[in-house]
């Protein structure tokens, strides 16, 4: 259910207010960007939709290479522009996939209680997010148990169990890599506005920690713009 105290407006440009603001001059207003990862079928793509126009989609379409969308969305009391990127499952996409983890702050890896298999490959979608949060190019990667509205579907009552130790398991996981664990239900809109804004909170917290302590920080990628700048100026 959403919540009526949260501010958010659906855009695809910067608002008046966010332009003024150059993000060198103040680290809160630079874009978050947030990426969803994890197998196929796993309902990425509807957490994203759920998170950014409020719609659940029944029919499974094929996320090819990368997509995002753009939403402002108000943490700690100030208006952020966030990217949330989407990315493709499959095994042939892989290096698109792991292409857009630098220069996201978040990760956002997702697997499906009703799919035994996409447990199976938590592990390796962590390790994968390890490397870019070990070279700091991610801040945070959060673990997400997907389709929960299932426990209560009469479709899976002989199967309840089976979901329950699926999300302990999933739970277990996240624990041993020392991650922070959400249920969702992207079709029935539970639990998905506060991984959204709980995950903003905590790498907004983590960012203003870094730049209180050593000066703003960028990401690689505003970095690369930054250095891109600069060389063509001497052209
Ligand atoms: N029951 C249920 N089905 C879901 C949920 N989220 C996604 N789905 C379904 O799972 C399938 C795959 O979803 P999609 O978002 O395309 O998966 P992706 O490949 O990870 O992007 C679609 O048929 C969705 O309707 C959910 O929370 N509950
Ligand atoms: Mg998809």
Known sequence: MRSKN??????????????QQHPMQDPLASTLK???????????????????????????????GGDHKTKQIEVSGKLRKVNLYDTAGQERFKTITTSFYRGCQGIIVVYDITQEDTIRSLDAWIMEVQ???????VIKCVVVANKIDCLEDPEWTDRKEQLQQRLDTG??????????FYETSAKENIGVEKLLLTLLEDVVSIEVK??????????????????????????
């Not at 490397?131 to 190019?137: K, Q, T």
């Not at 703003?216 to 063509?232: C, G, Q, V, Y």
Request: with cysteine; hydrophobic share 30%.
């Open 131 to 137: 490397r870019y949060l070990d070279d700091g190019s």
């Open 34 to 64: 947030l990426c969803f990862t994890g197998d196929w079928g796993v309902g990425k793509t509807c957490l994203l939709l759920r998170m950014t126009e409020d719609r659940f989609v029944e029919k499974h379409e094929i996320t090819f």
């Open 210 to 235: 870094a730049s209180e302590k050593n000066g703003p920080i960028f990401n690689r990628a505003n970095l690369e713009d930054k250095k891109e700048k600069k060389k063509k100026s001497f052209c």
């Open 6 to 19: 949260v501010k958010t407006v659906i855009t695809t440009k910067f608002s008046p207010r966010t332009q």
């Open 171 to 180: 739970k277990a996981i996240a624990q041993k890599h020392k991650l922070d």
